[in-house]
């Protein structure tokens, strides 16, 4: 990034760009080298002085060095409209007699008289982010498209655990209902076939007591009874 030059100080950069991370603090620098020959004392400004921190605000610049100035961003809150920053820095810098010290330096020596030249040079603050957000779908989007794609293949995505699950304990459920249909339809026939066999025996009862009347023979009927009675056992034998 460019900088400023004055008839006393180069100044690098032209803008102050601080790194935009809400509740944190950040810092930039800037240069201020004297391409004199003599010695120059500065001043650093700030509309904004509860804002920032500014490490040295003054000093004296000897022929030909630099003096590096860092300052100091305190902590936002909240992020500006649209990022952009209202506030701006100012450097003031005036010619010093040789061997001057920070200690030399106060307020009167940098007011604007005739024949005294005062140099200004100002500085806008920038903010950059830290992080660019990208866009990202919600949650409910996003399990929906990735179900749908998982139905559409045929598979099963990991990103969807809950749906997953969720389709084990039905299809778990389903099974452990058509188990109970089965086993009361089969115990339903059991106690059928039971009573029926009740019924076949009190019938065998009564035909064997009717043979015993007429002589002690078996009839055609008797033993087509005992037939159907042996198979019906067979069957519930079978069954459970």
């Known amino acids: ?11 690098q950069p032209s803008e102050l760009a601080f790194p935009f991370e809400l509740m944190k603090q950040s810092s930039c620098s800037m240069q201020l080298t004297n391409k004199t020959d003599h010695y120059v004392a500065f001043k650093v400004k700030t509309t904004n002085p509860k804002q920032y921190c500014v490490r040295p605000n003054i ?7 630099t003096c590096d100035v860092t300052v100091t961003m305190q902590a936002q809150k909240e992020s500006p409209p649209d990022m952009q920053c209202k506030d701006k820095f100012l450097v003031q810098s005036v010619a010093a007699e040789n061997g001057a010290t920070t200690q030399d330096i106060n307020a009167a020596m940098f007011n604007k008289e005739p024949g005294k030249v005062v140099d200004e040079f100002k500085l806008r603050v920038v903010y950059v982010p830290t992080t660019t957000p990208s866009p990202i779908p919600e949650d409910s989007e996003l399990g929906s498209s990735a179900h749908s794609f998982a139905q559409e293949n045929g598979i099963s ?3 969807l655990p809950q749906t997953v699950s969720r389709s084990s304990a039905e299809t778990a459920k389903e099974k452990s209902s058509e188990a109970t249909s089965v086993i009361s339809k089969l115990t339903e026939e059991k106690m059928s076939a039971i009573q029926q066999n009740q019924k076949l025996r009190q019938e065998l009862e009564l035909l064997r007591k009717e043979s015993s009347k007429n002589g002690g023979g078996f009839s055609i009927t008797f033993l087509v009874i005992v037939g159907l009675l042996g198979i019906i056992v067979g069957y519930i034998l079978k069954r459970t």
């Open 1 to 11: 990034m460019s900088g400023g030059s004055g008839s006393f100080l180069e100044i």
């Open 157 to 159: 995505h990991p990103a």
């Open 59 to 65: 000093g004296v610049v000897l022929p030909g060095s």
